[in-house]
């Protein structure tokens, strides 16, 4: 068997408190784990930098609400912690970083319902290396397209049986989206709700700015994101930067949004855990804004976003 490259597994496991390392290149589940069979389950992708993750309590706590909407009981806190350190101090110790100032690691937490009849979850987690991919495009940008997502903007609320605003393991569309937007040449992806509104990226918050100047010509800067009830996740990222943002002096708005505010933003951002922002130069071929504005306003909000515990 292959061995995934530099990936170390711990699971969470009543007999080891500070959870159980394992073998990422073997087998580690059973076939009728609901996590493989039924896509039953949860994960979060977290970003550790110099073994340290960023903005922990609020992934717990997402995590902790995705359990809640699947009725799915899970470890607590303190137990994710200490696996959590256990699996980021092993990373370091088999695969020191070559330049410890460019040590980022994905971390990823994934619980399933578990072994069909066995009653009790599956929880594990996954630390990786961050894929260099995500990085550049933190610096050249990034080409979207628009996608419909079927829902109308209402759906969370009404249907709440379709876990809009859970993070499960029920990926295979949001994938299923990547790889329709690479087909057509594109990055990435922004759908849409039936009902015309901006949603969310597959894997990443939207946002977009706008600057005015005042009447005593001092800039007005405002940050906008999606409505949070619109069936989106809530991202963590987003919820950080908006803070930091705010105590920079940021004006701060939530939709309703569509298209045409997209394209009349000074600029746009998709932003998440790993990639962090990575800034739209252009939706469905048209470009965003003017590349000086969006480059002085990615470098003022990434060095707010690096303030960031
Ligand atoms: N929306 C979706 C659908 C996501 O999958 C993600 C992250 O993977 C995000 C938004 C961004 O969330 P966060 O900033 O917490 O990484």
């Known amino acids: 068997m292959t061995s995934p490259a530099s ?5 969470l496991d009543p007999a080891f408190p500070d959870g159980r390392l394992a073998d990422a290149a073997q087998p580690q589940l059973m076939v009728t784990d609901q996590g493989a069979t039924r896509g039953d389950g949860i994960f979060e ?3 550790a930098v110099r073994g340290s993750v960023r903005k922990i309590q609020a992934h717990l706590d997402r995590l902790d609400g995705s359990a809640a909407a699947l009725d799915l009981s899970i470890p607590g ?3 994710w912690r200490r696996a959590i350190a256990t699996a980021i101090a092993e990373h370091q110790a088999q695969y020191p970083a070559p330049d410890a100032g460019d040590d980022e690691l994905v971390v990823k937490l994934v619980v399933t319902r578990g072994v069909e009849g066995a009653g009790s979850p599956t929880a594990w987690v996954q630390v990786s290396p961050a894929p ?8 050249t940008g990034i080409d979207v397209i628009l996608l419909d997502r079927g829902y109308d903007s209402d759906v969370a609320e009404r249907a709440p049986w379709l876990l809009m605003g859970a993070k499960t393991l029920s990926y295979a569309v949001n994938m299923a989206a990547l790889r329709h937007a690479r087909r057509q040449g594109a990055d ?9 509104r901006v949603l969310e990226g597959p894997t990443s918050t939207v946002l977009l700015a706008h600057v005015e100047e005042s009447a005593d010509g001092t800039a ?3 940050l906008i994101t999606p409505q949070l009830d619109s069936g989106i996740l809530p ?6 930067l908006f803070t930091a943002a705010k105590a920079a002096g940021w004006e701060l708005g939530y939709g309703p949004l569509e298209p045409q505010d997209l394209l009349d933003a000074d600029a746009v951002w998709l932003i998440s855990s790993v990639r962090l922002l990575a ?5 469905d071929g048209k470009q965003i804004g003017t590349p000086a504005l969006q480059k002085e306003l990615t470098a003022e909000l990434t060095g707010l976003y690096a303030g960031i515990q």
């Open 279 to 283: 800034p739209v130069n252009t939706i």
């Open 188 to 196: 990435d992806v922004i759908f849409l709700s039936s009902d015309g």
């Open 220 to 222: 007005i800067k405002r």
């Open 235 to 240: 991202g963590t990222s987003q919820g950080a």
């Open 132 to 139: 260099a991919a995500g990085r550049r495009q933190r610096e």
């Open 45 to 47: 992708t977290m970003l």
């Open 77 to 79: 806190q303190d137990d």
């Open 7 to 11: 990936v170390v597994l711990v699971f």
